[in-house]
C-alpha cells in the first residue's frame, strides 16, 4: 500500500495527513483551514517516488482535474515548492484518478509576508543572567562546599 505525506515548513511545520492509495478519505480541505501560508514559506509534498506527484496547475485546470502540457511537474517524492508570491495557488496529484477519485488536490492562498525574518543577535546583543550572578553563585557554593565538607 502506498503513501504520502504532505508537509508545510514555515517557523513551525505542519503535517498534512498521509494519503493510502485505497483509501482516499484525505480532507485537505480542512487541512489548510486554520493555516497562513505567507510568501518565502515552503511546501514539501512526500511521498513514496513514482506512486504520486505533484502538478502545479491553475484554478480550472484544479477544479476539472486536468494535466495539460507544459505544467511544473515534480516527481522526486520529496518536492519542496516555495511560496514566492501572494496569491492562490493549485496542486494535484496526476497519477491515474488520484485527483478525481481520491481529492488529492491542494488549494492554498500564499499571503503577504508580514514580518521580514530578522537575523539571530550577535554576540555583544545576547544577554547572559551568568556575568550578572556569577560572583553571588560561587560565594554560596563555597559557604555550602565548606558546611558540608
Known amino acids: 500500500m502506498a503513501s504520502s505525506q504532505f508537509f508545510f515548513i514555515a ?8 494519503i493510502l492509495a485505497k483509501d482516499f478519505l484525505v480532507d485537505y480541505h480542512g487541512w489548510t483551514l486554520g493555516k497562513e501560508f505567507h510568501g ?3 511546501l514539501v509534498f512526500s511521498y513514496r517516488q513514482g506512486d504520486h506527484n505533484v502538478l502545479k496547475v491553475n484554478g480550472t485546470d484544479f477544479h476539472q ?3 495539460p502540457a507544459g505544467i511544473e511537474l515534480f516527481t522526486s517524492g520529496n518536492d519542496v515548492i516555495t511560496l514566492p508570491t501572494p496569491r492562490e495557488k493549485w496542486y494535484i496529484c496526476g497519477v491515474d484518478d488520484h485527483c478525481k ?3 488529492q ?3 492554498i492562498t500564499v499571503l503577504a509576508q508580514t514580518v521580514s525574518p530578522t ?3 550577535t554576540s555583544r546583543e545576547r544577554k547572559s ?8 553563585m560561587m560565594a554560596i557554593f563555597g559557604i555550602l562546599t565548606m558546611v558540608w565538607c
Do not use: E, H, R, T
Request: charged fraction near 15%; proline fraction near 13%; include cysteine.
Open 101 to 103: 477519485a481520491g481529492d
Open 105 to 107: 488536490k491542494l488549494v
Open 40 to 42: 518565502g514559506d515552503q
Open 11 to 18: 517557523i513551525v511545520a505542519f503535517l498534512v495527513p498521509s
Open 129 to 136: 543572567i551568568a556575568p550578572k550572578y556569577y560572583n553571588w
Open 65 to 67: 482535474c486536468v494535466a
Open 119 to 121: 537575523a539571530p543577535p
